[in-house]
């Protein structure tokens, strides 16, 4: 696959809707880079300007890069930006992050990708599971599902108890690890009492290892924030 270029990429602003109406998992902003879907972009850009330009409205140029199409609105426009378009674009991205979720978390990703503000957790899907799917998000690009594959998976494992948390540490594979460690470093787990962040040995050494060799940004924040358990204890239920 060729890497994108320059010219393939947008960058894409909030879009207001006259009704107001939201998805409620949307970014403010988000970057297209296939460049099939920047073409049609542009080309919706450039007919809303024409049909500006005979409409007789003022015009300028802008170098900002940045123009959604939104400034002259259209119904093609609408139609292939509008996040509640079964049409549009971030539809399709939306559609694309569920159908490469884990099996098991499909349906609750297809539910948010659909626009469920908060669809219930699957039940008796293992927490490693969820480290995987986090583990497994890439920073780049941007697009209209990255919110979403950011806080689903934060989603499932914040409401855990730490005990959980660290069994499921200890059931991860590579993949699970990085998401774990991304996980506890982050503020879903930071935020919480000191005494459920005191993690067994166990899983506190597999999450500093994991850090050191392929996180090392994370090192820091996990020797610091990582309480050591009296013992452990954990068992399965």
Same mark, same amino acid.
């Given at each position: 696959?060729?890497?994108?270029?320059? !010219?393939?990429?947008?960058?894409?602003?909030?879009?207001?809707? +006259?009704? @107001?109406? &939201?998805?409620?998992?949307?970014?403010?902003?988000?970057?297209?880079?296939?460049?099939?879907?920047?073409?049609?972009?542009?080309?919706?850009?450039?007919?809303? &300007?024409?049909?500006?330009?005979?409409?007789?409205?003022?015009?300028?140029?802008?170098?900002?890069?940045?123009?959604?199409?939104?400034?002259?609105?259209?119904?093609?426009?609408?139609?292939?930006?509008?996040?509640?378009?079964?049409?549009?674009?971030?539809? /399709?991205?939306?559609?694309?992050?569920?159908?490469?979720?884990?099996?098991?978390? &499909?349906?609750?990703?297809?539910?948010?990708?659909? @626009?469920?503000?908060?669809?219930?957790?699957?039940?008796?899907?293992?927490?490693?599971?969820?480290? @995987?799917?986090?583990?497994?998000? &890439?920073?780049?690009?941007?697009?209209?599902?990255?919110?979403?594959?950011?806080?689903?998976?934060?989603?499932?494992?914040?409401?855990?108890?730490?005990?959980?948390?660290?069994?499921?540490?200890?059931?991860?594979?590579?993949? @699970?690890?990085?998401?774990?460690? /991304?996980?506890?470093?982050?503020?879903?787990? !930071?935020? /919480?009492?000191?005494?459920?962040?005191?993690? +067994?040995? !166990?899983?506190?050494?597999?999450?500093?290892?994991?850090?050191?060799?392929?996180?090392?940004?994370?090192?820091?924040?996990?020797?610091?924030?990582?309480?050591?358990?009296?013992?452990?204890?954990?068992?399965?239920?």
């Amino acid at each position: 696959m060729r890497p994108t270029s320059r !010219t393939d990429r947008l960058v894409m602003s909030d879009f207001s809707r +006259p009704d @107001g109406a &939201r998805h409620p998992h949307h970014p403010r902003s988000y970057e297209i880079t296939d460049p099939a879907e920047a073409a049609e972009v542009r080309a919706v850009r450039e007919l809303g &300007r024409r049909l500006a330009a005979e409409a007789g409205e003022y015009l300028f140029d802008c170098s900002c890069g940045d123009d959604d199409g939104t400034r002259h609105s259209t119904p093609e426009s609408r139609r292939l930006l509008d996040p509640l378009s079964p049409e549009g674009i971030p539809a /399709r991205h939306r559609a694309r992050w569920a159908a490469a979720a884990p099996g098991a978390l &499909r349906e609750y990703a297809e539910a948010l990708a659909a @626009g469920a503000a908060e669809p219930a957790p699957p039940a008796g899907v293992p927490l490693s599971v969820a480290f @995987g799917w986090l583990g497994a998000v &890439r920073q780049e690009p941007r697009d209209a599902a990255w919110l979403l594959a950011e806080r689903a998976p934060m989603r499932l494992l914040a409401g855990a108890s730490t005990a959980e948390l660290a069994w499921a540490v200890r059931e991860s594979d590579r993949a @699970g690890l990085e998401g774990a460690v /991304r996980f506890f470093a982050g503020e879903e787990f !930071t935020t /919480r009492h000191p005494k459920r962040r005191r993690v +067994p040995d !166990t899983a506190r050494d597999l999450l500093l290892r994991h850090a050191r060799s392929h996180r090392p940004a994370d090192l820091a924040v996990l020797e610091r924030r990582l309480l050591r358990a009296p013992e452990d204890r954990i068992r399965r239920s």
